[in-house]
């Protein structure tokens, strides 16, 4: 077998990127937070069109449906205007590159 390698030196940007699923995470745990906080702070009284009092689960998961995706676009905000600010501190290296091609 023989190989032959081949190396050059080219330039690379080094960029620090926020990870989005992290922050659209945080956002999601934020808005079950904020559904949670919401629910017990509500009153729950007897509805006036359909006379019936709605239990706190329901009131919770209502809640979800409006806090988590919410939560989740507001993260995923964050985490972009962190990438864009991010940009002015990207600076270009240079780096080693090698190529190795083994023949069979």
């Known amino acids: 077998m023989s190989s032959s390698e081949t190396s050059q030196t080219v330039e690379a940007t080094v ?3 926020p990870r989005y699923g ?16 919401l629910t017990f ?3 729950f009284e007897e509805s006036q069109a359909l ?5 706190a689960g329901q009131v919770f998961g209502f ?11 507001l993260g995923g905000v964050v985490a972009l205007i962190l990438e864009r600010t991010g940009r002015r501190h990207d600076r270009v290296v240079r780096v080693g590159r ?5 023949a069979d």
């Open 15 to 17: 960029r620090h990127v």
């Open 22 to 37: 992290v922050f659209m995470g945080i956002g999601v745990v934020l808005g079950i937070i904020a559904a949670g906080i």
């Open 41 to 43: 702070t509500g009153s």
């Open 51 to 55: 006379d019936v009092v709605y239990p």
């Open 63 to 73: 809640l979800l449906l409006w806090t988590v995706p919410i939560g989740l676009a």
């Open 98 to 102: 090698e190529t190795i091609v083994e």
